[in-house]
């Protein structure tokens, strides 16, 4: 059993430091400003509620750890990602009964090119993606223990990415269906891990998700959302939901952090309002905009490359990029002319 648990290990490790060897330097990413400031901080703080903590945490204890090296923290995140692989062998062959298909289930994790890839970048996806392995693997196990450490791990995936929520609440139903104790026991773990972050929040914007739950939303749950995909990164889309809040929030004293927060409410009751009303992909009353453009201090795309206007006076924070002083967003329709998205 040693044997094969070091061998699933392996087959995921390789290929992985193949790309950690010969690949080009990963960008950093958000998580990794957000783990500078943990380190000089010495805490989280009031950096912000829109981002989870726990993969910025992962970073900066591996930057801690390597004394900031960035091949040292990109080698310890290819070991957390290839430990994913022995979870997927040993459920792969407890729920099939056949141990080649928990081999065949390995082999394609390890050489599955996006978590490859993903596996040296500076994005949560690989630390997730074994929070999640290993969360199926003590879910199949029978006993309370496994009902605690399913738990525990269910609520360290919501402090990494709150929108696995939906999983997470399903496999909690599973759980029940099997032992309506042990999915109690289970419930209460995610909550003792949880809430914590949830109260922080609550206190600083009055809200226990993470606020960018509803800027998630409305890049996919629109018109303008429909228009962009797929050829192009509904991200961009971003921008166009903020200066929809802008209209709402002008003249409000916030905070940055208040802001954010108020503006992913907006964002939020925006999607699920088209959400209500629009069934089967039918146009509704949101501006219109052209495949390759739309709000607020974005114009035309190419893809998913933006190409700001001249003209077009746009500024940056950390969390967002718009037009300066009071601009409104402007609708746009199939074929239009390139013009500044925002109008004054």
Same mark, same amino acid.
């Given at each position: 059993m040693r044997l094969t648990v070091v061998c699933a290990f392996l087959l995921c490790l390789v290929p992985r430091m193949g790309v950690l060897w010969l690949g080009p330097a990963p960008d950093l990413t958000h998580y990794w400003a957000l783990s500078s400031? &943990? +380190?000089?901080? =010495? !805490?989280?703080g009031d950096l912000d509620t829109k981002i989870e903590p726990l993969y910025p945490a992962f970073l900066a204890a591996a930057r801690w750890v390597s004394s900031d090296h960035l091949e040292i923290v990109l080698l310890l995140q290819v070991i957390v990602a290839s430990a994913a692989g022995v979870f997927i062998w040993l459920l792969g062959t407890r729920l099939s009964g056949d141990r080649a298909v928990g081999w065949w289930a390995t082999l394609f994790y390890a050489v599955d090119p996006y978590l490859v890839r993903q596996s040296i970048s500076t994005m949560e996806i690989a630390f997730l993606t074994a929070l999640l392995m290993a969360a199926a693997w003590a879910h199949s196990q029978p006993g309370r223990r496994s009902a605690v450490a399913t738990g525990l791990l269910f609520g360290l995936i919501l402090l990494t990415r709150f929108s696995v929520l939906p999983a997470v609440l399903v496999g909690l139903v599973l759980l029940g269906r099997r032992s309506l104790r042990d999915a109690t026991v289970a419930a209460a773990c995610v909550m003792v891990v949880w809430a914590p972050w949830s109260v922080r929040s609550y206190l600083i914007n009055e809200s226990v998700m993470p606020s960018r739950a509803g800027e998630n939303l409305f890049v996919s749950l629109s018109d303008q959302g429909?228009? &962009?995909? %797929?050829? =192009?990164? %509904?991200?961009? +889309?971003v921008a166009f939901g903020l200066a929809l809040a802008d209209l709402e929030l002008d003249g409000r004293q916030l905070t940055p952090v208040q802001y954010q927060a108020q503006a992913d409410r907006i964002m939020m009751r925006e999607a699920l309002r088209f959400g209500r009303t629009h069934h089967g992909g039918q146009p509704g009353s949101? !501006? !219109?905009i052209s495949p390759s453009c739309s709000a607020r201090g974005w114009c035309r795309t190419s893809g998913s490359r933006v190409r700001r206007p001249r003209g077009c006076n746009t500024g940056a924070s950390s969390s967002r990029a718009w037009c300066r002083g009071r601009a409104r967003p402007r609708s746009f329709t199939r074929g239009g002319e390139d013009a500044c998205c925002c109008s004054p």
């Open positions: 400031a &943990i +380190l000089e901080q =010495g !805490a989280f429909e228009q &962009i995909m %797929p050829r =192009g990164n %509904p991200d961009v +889309l949101s !501006a !219109a």
